[in-house]
Nanobody, 114 residues
Framework: QVQLVESGGGLVQAGGSLRLSCAASTSIFNMIMGWYRQAPGKQRELVATITSGRSINYADSVKGRFTIDRDNAKNTVSLQMNSLNTEDTAVYFC?????????WGKGTLVTVSS
């Protein structure tokens, strides 16, 4: 059982930056961690993932702007978001994936104003 809690969401102007953090209730050492987002009226989509071996995958829409990282000692994963635009407005969800299960946080809202 893994509980995930996101934080860091809020309102930011276009062009600005925001840093999200996800805290897990247990060790994430052997888990693939990721960030997903769901914009109003749209389906949830992948933002970025990072494996235990620190292999990283980004959605094309965020490459060069977002950076995912993990701190296994602190059981956290972060998402640094730069050059934000209004299309980044969404609820951002933290995800932890093991060989058997996938866990989700409740999400944190990011609103980018023009």
């Amino acid at each position: 059982q893994v509980q995930l809690v996101e934080s860091g969401g809020g309102l930011v102007q276009a062009g600005g930056s925001l840093r999200l953090s996800c805290a897990a209730s247990t060790s994430i050492f052997n888990m693939i961690m990721g960030w997903y987002r769901q914009a109003p009226g749209k389906q949830r989509e992948l933002v970025a993932t990072i494996t235990s071996g620190r292999s990283i995958n980004y959605a094309d829409s965020v490459k060069g702007r977002f950076t995912i990282d993990r701190d296994n000692a602190k059981n956290t994963v972060s998402l640094q978001m730069n050059s934000l635009n209004t299309e980044d407005t969404a609820v951002y969800f933290c995800n932890a994936r093991s060989p058997l299960r996938s866990y989700w946080g409740k999400g944190t809202l990011v609103t980018v104003s023009s």
